[in-house]
């Protein structure tokens, strides 16, 4: 084998980390620098992140991820069942109902218990 049948091998990594790459030095190079308190405060996570590590936090922040990771992978498997759903028929469509029906019970309940709930 010669070395000109890897060429579209070559061109296709050196398209992709270019792709990935580009951006990215565009942005640093482009990009503004003016930090302020709205741009270096925490996003999402609840408490500061350069502090000490072992200091106390609620944890209601992470059951409502646990939640969230829950719902979205259940979700997840709606994929795969819609495009299967003729070849799958009516008992593939009705079990799938029956998985719908207890994922909305278990939404309902954690709804009502106020574990969606943020103070």
Known sequence: MSLENYLPVLLFILVGLAVGVAPQVLGFLLGPRKPD???????????EAFEDA???????????AILFILFDLEIAFLFPWAVSLKQIGPVGFWSVMIFLAILVVGFAYEWKKGALDWE
């Open 37 to 47: 308190a709205a741009k270096t405060s925490p996003y999402e996570c609840g408490f």
């Open 54 to 64: 072992r200091m106390k936090f609620d944890v209601r922040y992470y059951l409502v």
